[in-house]
């Protein structure tokens, strides 16, 4: 069981609460110190862009070694929650974490996954309508000027760039604008892998196709801002659909919908003239999607990458820094030393997109109804392409939730694991990942949830209810119903809404809820 943290250690925020150092315990000092730091930035205790006291200062204020301080700051750069400058002026900088770093390293394990373009389209089908439908019942005019704002840049875009940006920032802003700081973030990890497929359409040589696709694109989000004006959900919901479907159709016609996504292309462009680490650091991760540097592999020598890249080493380490934050490398000192890449992984893709989440200060209840809009449709689609052996699964774990309907630990955990098995039969890697950011996130959380739910009267009624409906959810499976498969599933949420609402955990941070 997830217990709450005590009282946190160290403080930041006024000099004179700082000297207490971390307490001891059967933890490393500096994973503690580390924990402690990273509650505080996620809180706001801490703001974007602050810098620490100086690395002597903090050794003296907290009575901790140097290796511990360097351990402990280097846990929270791998989690883009600091970033730690060098040589003169440097020092430990707070940042916010973000969706870029996130996407990027999505995008590059569905690359390595050789997801298609028509995975992303089903994965964005599944997310983003509902989001949008959401965006035309909101109050005032403020959004619908924002948006607008957005759409008239998208119009006077000039090269494919500056035109696949504009289409992401007005696609993000819509799934933002919805309210939902979970379908956010995970419309948002999607969004740049969707738009590198748009970028390498458009800037073809195939000026009519580049032109037919922007237009589409600007046509789609019109209709979608036409059916925000008047206010109509159902009409503003249809138009995102027909816009995902169209633009994807359109490039089904240059035989891109069932190839393999390159993010590439997209990647180089952004690229062109930034620091030169990061072009460096760019490149490197091009070559881990494209398969040219595997799992295990050993880059060369500083000096030999150095006179491949022309840059000098402190820029060369800056650049192998970046990828290690990003969990791309491993910078292993001795003898077995050097530079030894990593490939990604679908846990470190939810790990990064948790920490995103715990930032945004998104509720239980907000990941709740985040569930509600995605789950019953990839459910539909599991309905559809179960094989006889997941079938069987299926039934197992219906069996198994019978059995401990009134043990709500365990009822929660058999669900869970339900629920995972379920998932496998879509074959969709990117819905896979999805899935895979959303068991992470539930995993962390349910322990406090299902500690706070025991005693309440209504969550053995929940229990039963929702078990009834996933003996149905089975039997609909069996019949292949997708339609009756989505229903069920919606009511599976209706169903466990009383007794999240009635103890309030809904209005808990998922950060506290994790500690």
């Keep these: 069981m997830a217990q709450h943290r005590e009282e946190e250690t160290s403080r930041m925020t006024d000099d004179a609460d700082w000297p207490i150092p971390p307490r001891r315990s059967p933890q490393k000092v500096s994973h503690l110190l580390a924990a402690d730091l990273r509650r505080q930035i996620l809180n706001g205790e801490l703001a974007a862009d602050q810098q620490l006291p100086s690395e002597p200062d903090l050794i003296a204020r907290l009575q901790i070694s140097r290796d511990t301080l360097r351990e402990a700051l280097r846990i929270l750069e791998s989690q883009q929650l600091l970033e730690v400058k060098r040589g003169r002026g440097g020092g430990a900088v707070v940042r916010r974490p973000g969706l870029q770093a996130v996407g990027r390293y999505v995008a590059l394990l569905l690359q390595l996954r050789r997801t298609t373009l028509a995975h992303l389209e089903e994965a964005r089908s599944v997310i983003e309508p509902s989001a949008a439908q959401q965006v035309?019942?909101?109050?005032?005019?403020?959004?619908?000027?924002?948006?607008?704002?957005?759409?008239?840049?998208?119009?006077?875009?000039?090269?494919?760039?500056?035109?696949?940006?504009?289409?992401?920032?007005?696609?993000?802003?819509?799934?933002?604008?919805?309210?939902?700081?979970?379908?956010?973030?995970?419309?948002?990890?999607?969004?740049?892998?969707?738009?590198?497929?748009?970028?390498?359409?458009?800037?073809?040589?195939?000026?009519?196709?580049?032109?037919?696709?922007?237009?589409?694109?600007?046509?789609?989000?019109?209709?979608?801002?036409?059916?925000?004006?008047?206010?109509?959900?159902?009409?503003?919901?249809?138009?995102?659909?027909?816009?995902?479907?169209?633009?994807?159709?359109?490039?089904?016609?240059?035989?891109?919908?069932?190839?393999?996504?390159?993010?590439?292309?997209?990647?180089?462009?952004?690229?062109?003239?930034?620091?030169?680490?990061?072009?460096?650091?760019?490149?490197?991760?091009?070559?881990?999607?494209?398969?040219?540097?595997?799992?295990?592999?050993?880059?060369?020598?500083?000096?030999?990458?150095?006179?491949?890249?022309?840059?000098?080493?402190p820029t060369l380490r800056e650049a192998l820094r970046i990828l290690e934050m990003e969990f791309l490398l491993d910078l292993r000192s001795g003898d077995r030393g050097g530079a030894v890449i990593r490939t990604p992984s679908t846990r470190g893709a939810a790990q990064q997109a948790g920490i995103v989440l715990e930032a945004r200060r998104t509720t239980v209840l907000d990941f709740h109804r985040a569930l509600s809009v995605i789950e019953p449709d990839i459910m539909g689609l599991v309905a559809t392409r179960s094989n006889a052996r997941q079938l069987t699964a299926l039934r197992g774990f219906d069996a198994e939730l019978k059995a401990c309907t009134d043990d709500t630990g365990r009822f929660v955990s058999t669900w869970r694991d339900a629920e995972k098995s379920a998932f496998a039969a879509v074959r969709n890697p990117a819905l896979t990942v999805i899935a895979e950011i959303l068991h992470w996130v539930r995993v962390e959380i349910e322990p406090t949830v299902t500690a706070d739910a025991k005693g309440l009267p209504t969550v053995t009624a929940s229990n039963r209810r929702a078990r009834q409906l996933f003996s149905e959810f089975v039997d609909a499976t069996a019949d292949h119903d997708a339609d009756l498969a989505i229903r069920l599933w919606q009511k599976t949420f209706t169903a466990t809404a009383p007794w999240l609402e009635q103890s309030e955990i809904g209005e808990r941070l998922i950060l506290d809820a994790m500690n």
């Excluded at 998208?154 to 090269?159: F, L, M, Q, T, V």
């Excluded at 462009?269 to 930034?274: F, Y």
């Excluded at 060369?300 to 990458?305: C, H, N």
């Design 136 to 313: 035309a019942v909101l109050d005032g005019t403020d959004h619908l000027d924002a948006l607008q704002a957005l759409y008239e840049t998208e119009r006077a875009s000039g090269d494919a760039l500056s035109f696949v940006t504009a289409m992401s920032e007005f696609d993000q802003a819509v799934t933002e604008l919805s309210g939902n700081r979970t379908l956010a973030v995970i419309a948002g990890v999607f969004r740049d892998i969707y738009a590198g497929q748009i970028y390498a359409s458009v800037k073809g040589s195939d000026a009519p196709l580049a032109q037919r696709i922007a237009w589409r694109v600007i046509a789609s989000h019109s209709a979608f801002l036409e059916a925000v004006r008047r206010r109509d959900a159902s009409l503003a919901q249809e138009a995102w659909t027909d816009y995902l479907y169209t633009t994807s159709r359109m490039l089904v016609s240059r035989n891109v919908s069932r190839q393999p996504i390159d993010m590439t292309p997209l990647w180089r462009a952004q690229a062109e003239n930034p620091r030169r680490a990061l072009s460096v650091a760019t490149e490197i991760r091009a070559r881990i999607a494209e398969g040219r540097l595997k799992e295990g592999d050993r880059l060369p020598s500083l000096a030999e990458l150095g006179a491949e890249f022309d840059i000098s080493r």
